[in-house]
């Protein structure tokens, strides 16, 4: 018999069959590997949870979160497992379970107070007095804290709260000095690294009335009647620069009110013919320089001594405020408070309070500063508040722009006409002010000015000054303080002696001189320092 052989072409056909059946094979065996298979039967693990630990039986396959809902063990959305939950349990696992815990805790702590020292000229020196003791504040501070099976991992601040603020202690020592006591009429206000003292009857009866130590000086202002004192105290909140408060000292305890009002720059004062009545302007606070942009707004407030103290009202709405309006405005009352004045860098006018408008008297030419802070006209009130005196900026020739002029002259307007220049050259800081009216020497009844005189008027942002006098019409000048040869002033907001009634005026002009005070006698050129500390920097005087 003849065996049949395969041709040629049979045998490829078979072995293409071979190739797709090992190419099926594979392809199983990998998706096999791909995915975990349950395998029949059960499985032993041990798991480790709440403090003991069991070993038990489960379905082959499962993972650790059904093993645990095999055995009734109940997990929490903060709970960690070893391994994870959605781990495939292999005979002879173990499982461990983590209880998280999360909780706040509140601690109470004490606020440790401060001891502020201050200089006294009127007790002896090495001499103290306690003024104000401290007493330690009260913090709460609320902690996040992480527990797993019940240890301590981890504790976070989350916030705390100042339940009471500490006080301070105050403690006057004594560094008297060889100073003269000299009678003054009225009451002398000063301010001393951050305190508010008054004088009363003569420069030897000093005493403090504020004394937190964080008055900023940008407002220090004596009621008329000498019994309040209004003023601003710095803030260390993120968008406060400044808080507004009044105190009143002529009771056996200074009152202290804070008036609700943040981020006074230029101005605030006492209403005139208002006994608790305040206008001020605010600004807002900014993180790049200078700190803040201007409202340019003008409100009042009430308050009562029992600390009521009402809505502010708008008189003058937020507005732009001129070409440098985001450095602000400043306002000025008559000596009569009749009128109110205000000043821009670039404009001096009235207020029209009846109407909330703003009229412009005089318009010139604003100081380009090519910096973060703008130049403002100083404006002052003659006694009978008919004549506005001021400084303003005046150009000169060669400049390319009259803005960066140097040359600042001292001007007056008489109301209803028009201004006139006195004195050419007295710097940009001249701080003019007239006296109340007077006899002077030749007997005349009529009143002075005084104004600071640049050292160097051409360089009068950096320069000292001199204390000079004049009459109103600007004629017969005459160097007041300090003496030639003399260093110069800082410049610097003084004043008059006030007037105490019909004829009663005194001519002595109290102003600061190295950070001390200094009582100047115009009419005799006599000038008396009244402190030491050299810590003073804004003064009143009403």
């Not at 700190?291 to 340019?296: F, I, K, P, Q, T």
Request: hydrophobic residues 40%; charged residues 20%; glycine residues 8%.
């Amino acid at each position: 018999m003849r065996l049949y052989q395969p041709n040629q072409k049979p045998m490829k056909i078979q072995l293409g069959y071979q190739r797709l059946f090992s190419m099926l094979a594979l392809s199983f065996l990998l998706t096999y590997c791909a995915f975990p298979q349950r395998q029949q039967g059960n499985i032993t693990v041990t798991v480790y949870a709440d403090g003991s630990s069991q070993v038990v039986d489960v379905p082959a396959g499962s993972t650790v979160r059904e093993a645990f809902e095999n055995i009734g063990i109940t997990i929490n959305s903060l709970d960690r497992f070893d391994p994870p939950l959605f781990t495939v349990l292999s005979n002879g696992a173990e499982i461990y379970l983590i209880r998280v815990e999360e909780e706040y805790i509140v601690e109470m702590s004490i606020l440790p107070y401060e001891t502020q020292v201050l200089r006294n000229e009127s007790l002896p020196e090495g001499e103290s007095r306690l003024i104000q003791p401290g007493a330690n504040g009260v913090q709460e501070t609320t902690f996040r804290v992480i527990l797993e099976n019940g240890i301590e991992i981890s504790r976070g601040q989350v916030k705390t709260f100042v339940v009471e603020p500490p006080t301070p202690e105050v403690v006057m020592v004594g560094s008297q000095s060889p100073f003269i006591t000299l009678p003054i009429p009225g009451t002398l206000a000063y301010l001393s690294a951050g305190n508010a003292w008054i004088m009363e009857e003569n420069t030897g009866i000093r005493r403090p009335v504020v004394t937190t130590g964080d008055l900023d000086g940008r407002v220090f202002s004596l009621s008329p009647k000498s019994n309040w004192l209004l003023y601003t105290r710095s803030d260390e909140s993120e968008d406060v620069i400044n808080t507004l408060w009044v105190t009143r000292f002529d009771t056996e305890e200074p009152i202290h009110i804070d008036l609700k009002v943040a981020n006074v720059i230029h101005f605030a004062d006492w209403v005139p013919g208002s006994i608790n009545g305040v206008v001020f302007s605010t600004a807002e606070a900014i993180p790049s320089p200078p700190g803040w942009e201007a409202n340019n707004d003008l409100l009042f407030l009430n308050f009562s001594s029992d600390g009521w103290v009402s809505r502010p009202r708008t008189t003058i709405q937020e507005n732009t405020g001129g070409v440098y309006g985001w450095w602000g405005v400043d306002f000025s009352y008559s000596s009569n408070g009749e009128r109110l004045a205000y000043a821009r860098s670039e404009e001096i006018g009235l207020v029209d309070i009846n109407n909330e408008t703003l009229f412009p008297l005089i318009n010139f030419i604003p100081l380009q500063t090519r910096s973060d802070w703008a130049w403002l006209p100083e404006i002052s009130w003659s006694p009978d508040g008919n004549y506005i005196y001021f400084v303003y900026h005046s150009p000169q020739e060669g400049l390319s722009s009259s803005e960066e002029s140097p040359l600042f002259d001292l001007a007056v307007f008489p109301l209803g006409g028009m201004p006139v220049s006195l004195i050419p050259e007295v710097g940009m800081f001249a701080y003019p002010l007239p006296s109340p009216i007077r006899q002077l020497p030749n007997g005349e009844k009529s009143y002075q000015v005084a104004y600071l005189q640049a050292l160097l008027p051409t360089q009068s942002r950096t320069s000292g000054y001199q204390l000079m006098l004049v009459d109103r019409d600007g004629s017969n000048p005459a160097l007041v303080f300090p003496p030639i040869g003399k260093p110069g002033l800082s410049p610097h907001r003084y004043l008059w002696a006030p007037e105490m009634g019909e004829g009663e005026v005194y001519p002595l002009i109290a102003l600061i001189y190295d950070g001390d005070l200094w009582l100047i006698d115009v009419d005799t050129g006599s000038a008396q320092q009244l402190t030491g500390d050299g810590l003073i920097t804004t003064i009143d005087w009403k």
